[in-house]
């Protein structure tokens, strides 16, 4: 069964920091994505990764967020700067093996979520 267990989630004040990590139990996908959840929100996709390491961004976070992957820990990476209130949302890690995209419907598999909360 394969898994994906997000860490790292939290409170923080407008304009902090904060680091999502989530593990993959070893399996290597095609592509990773994060995505989040507001109340009262559709699911928006955040930020994805390939295998070559191309990404994409929402553009609602574009040059504040940082997708990445660590191969030695397989580990999937969002580096959160400069937060904003808005951001506050489940954030959920994805992965699958179709084309580098934000929409959930290319993603196989899901985490159970972690919590950002922006204030």
């Known amino acids: 069964h394969v898994q994906l267990v997000e860490s790292g989630g939290g409170s923080v004040q407008a304009g902090g920091s904060l680091r999502l990590s989530c593990a993959t139990s070893?399996?290597?996908?095609?592509?990773m994505a994060w995505f989040r959840r507001a109340p009262g929100k559709e699911r928006e996709g955040v930020a994805a990764?390939?295998?070559?390491?191309?990404?994409k961004y929402a553009d609602s976070v574009e040059g504040r967020f940082t997708i990445s992957k660590d191969r030695i820990k397989n580990t999937l990476v969002l580096q959160m700067n400069n937060l904003k209130p808005e951001d506050t949302a489940m954030y959920y890690c994805?992965?699958?093996?179709?084309?580098?995209?934000?929409?959930?419907?290319?993603?196989?598999?899901w985490g159970q979520g972690t919590q950002v909360t922006v204030s």
């Open positions: 994805a992965a699958g093996w179709r084309g580098l995209s934000l929409g959930g419907y290319y993603y196989d598999n």
């Open positions: 070893g399996y290597t996908y095609n592509c």
């Open positions: 990764i390939n295998s070559r390491g191309d990404t």
